[in-house]
């Protein structure tokens, strides 16, 4: 399931890397002397970097929660990125 989400998540930045160089390079060929910066390009770039940033700690979170209920790893990693995770998204909001 972490995989997954991960997985989905690089997706989505990839999708945001390729959108964002093939934004660039019609605005470059176009306005060759202007700088522009739309809207929609941004809304696209911000909303993508989010899904990638909720992703990887969702995923994260999963991993830790698993981690935290066997007894395969020490119970503190888990806890450890329980709470790295939530300093994280506590800066993210």
């Given at each position: 399931?972490?995989?997954?989400?991960?997985?989905?998540?690089?997706?989505?930045?990839?999708?945001?890397?390729?959108?964002?160089?093939?934004?660039?390079?019609?605005?470059?060929?176009?306005?060759?002397?202007?700088?522009?910066?739309?809207?929609?390009?941004?809304?696209?770039?911000?909303?993508?970097?989010?899904?990638?940033?909720?992703?990887t700690?969702?995923a994260?979170?999963?991993?830790?929660?698993?981690?935290?209920?066997t007894?395969?790893?020490?119970?503190?990693?888990?806890?450890?990125?329980?709470?790295?995770?939530?300093?994280?998204?506590?800066?993210?909001?």
């Open positions: 399931m972490a995989f997954i989400i991960i997985t989905l998540g690089l997706i989505a930045g990839m999708f945001d890397a390729a959108i964002n160089e093939l934004a660039n390079t019609f605005f470059i060929n176009e306005f060759k002397s202007k700088t522009i910066e739309t809207n929609v390009k941004q809304m696209i770039k911000t909303n993508m970097d989010y899904i990638f940033i909720g992703s700690i969702l994260i979170i999963i991993l830790s929660i698993l981690m935290i209920q007894i395969v790893f020490p119970k503190r990693i888990g806890y450890y990125g329980i709470t790295l995770n939530s300093i994280v998204f506590s800066q993210v909001l």
